[in-house]
């Protein structure tokens, strides 16, 4: 939309597969002490002592994770390590390294990669990670990003989705749906664009949801600050597909039931006022909108007061029996089974 | 080729993404005692007590790095893991445990992914790794592979590429070419069968060469061996681009010259024949030929008695200083230099 179409272009076939990945990969730095040898070698090196590893990894095709046409490369960069990052996150662990392959078509000059490399490389300052390794390789259409990260955790720190028990309090942080109503705002912003290319967005009142579709940041700040009020979850989760998803897996995984109360998801002023505008639900876009990369877990009832007066975690619900099932309790005090919705993209 | 076109075609959109998660992988078996928890949370959990990590990761993109008009799903699948695999034991290190993410259009039934997944778990039982992880998602066009590969090496066994010194001798396993020709015959087929689809191709007599291409193995074997003959080679990189480009990555980062014997180099009696009918010169095929995932390495001296005997192992060349270069004794006892070619898909 604000593309300026009078870029430098440089084609990738002036520099070939190994040029093309000494090109966008000499300014990554070393940062962390587990990289023994990272990018250069047939494989990376990695060195973690005593602790265990956890990794993840993720899979961004064009058209169907991302549109170019309002994501620009350099966010699409930054947010495709932080959604990876997430996961390690969501394992209590600390994240140290990612691998990044990138496919792509000859539609994109050497330029974008550069921006899109240059995303990578602020979220692995940001999120203090090294990128040890990846593949680069030419696509027959659009852009493909696999991220895989890696993390380490500390001997029995590592919390799985399968620990919940009845009478846990169930936990969110931050606030919920805000990327998706950021993603509607976009997409409105581009039919608009379509009828009229001069017409310029004016994305302003929607700067905190946009921000969040656009740049999500992933809970690092979480996992420490668990650690520092001396709290284990017993199972925990990121928020990727939408909240009722979300508490669907854990509970299915911990064989257990749950409330999760309507009137204690958080939602930022800017959401309601967005589903106003749009018309919808905020209930609805918080338990299916997804994307958000907060953190859901549960917690041991004992552990209520070291969280209660922390300003990003809320308490949303309450961990039941099996047979109790799994409901949206809501604010007319009515129970509502929770289904999963999450990503439909086969549907497509 | 032969494919049945009356197999049973089961939509994607009728299992939803976790539903075929679920169902691609629920027979996967953990075999590693380092594999603490495989798939089902957001991230894998790994230890590897004292070890070192290895990781390395490869994107394959349909139409670039393989053609379904001859390459069947679940030789896909195998290779998909073989390929990664190769790099992990480049850095001697035994492989452990892989990410698969699969990108996948709707043209695609469950029963294609079904045979590819077939092929991911037989080259997981035949190399002994774990799949703990990856992700499953949409396409827009064709499939999509990435798979991360992790593997553990004991303190101070890893090799590098940059460890070869001036006297060394170089030595690869097997024989080379072979997957290059097998991918000769296999497009000229192609050609054939275009013309005439009812054209049975006689693959027979080039059963070695189309077996190199279409189902490759990495030489986990070597790395046992050379661990069983008591040789840490000085450098190592396994032969995916073919050996010019391999022998290049070594010099340079190793800062050292070559010379590579053409009379030395290993080729199978059927690339010999295949060449001739091709009328193609069989070291130009060695030389940039690729995938033929052998290993190349280099080892002091002292350590020659210990390999001469070995009938996998082929001394083709001699490590010089930095100034004398990296040539090609032809022969005719003449010198050339060696030239990188490697992959060139931004050519396409």
Redesign the interface.
Known sequence: MIEDKNKQRT???D????G?IDHLTKNFEIKQSST??GI???????????N??????????????FDLSYMPLKHLGYKAVVVNL???Y??N?NAT?I?V???VS?RFPLEALEDLYAGIMTASKVYNIDV????T??????L?I?V????E?EEDN?V???GAKPNDLLVVTGDLGGAYLGLQVLEREKEVYKVNPNNQPDLEPYSYVVERQLKPEARKDVVKLLKNLDVKPTS???VSDGLSSEIIHICK?SKVGCDLYENKIPLDPQVISACEEFNIDSTTVALNGGEDYELLFTISQKDFPKIKANPSLSVIGYIREPQDGIHLVTRAETKIPIQ?Q???????
Chains 1, 2 share one sequence.
Do not use: C, P
């Not at 040890?132 to 593949?135: A, I, K, Y």
């Not at 390789?137 to 659009?142: I, L, M």
């Not at 895989?148 to 993390?151: D, F, R, V």
């Open positions: 084609q990738l076939s520099l070939g597969e190994f093309l023994v040898k250069g070698d047939d494989a990376a090196v990695l060195d973690f002592k005593k265990k590893i956890v990794v993840t990894t993720d899979l961004l095709v064009e058209g169907v994770h997430s996961d390690v969501a394992m662990a390294q691998t392959s990138i496919g000859n040890v390794g990846g593949d390789t030419s696509s027959n259409t659009g493909l696999s895989t990260a890696i993390g955790v590592e799985y989705r399968n925990m989760i990121d995984q999963a999450g990503w439909k993209n086969f549907n497509a």
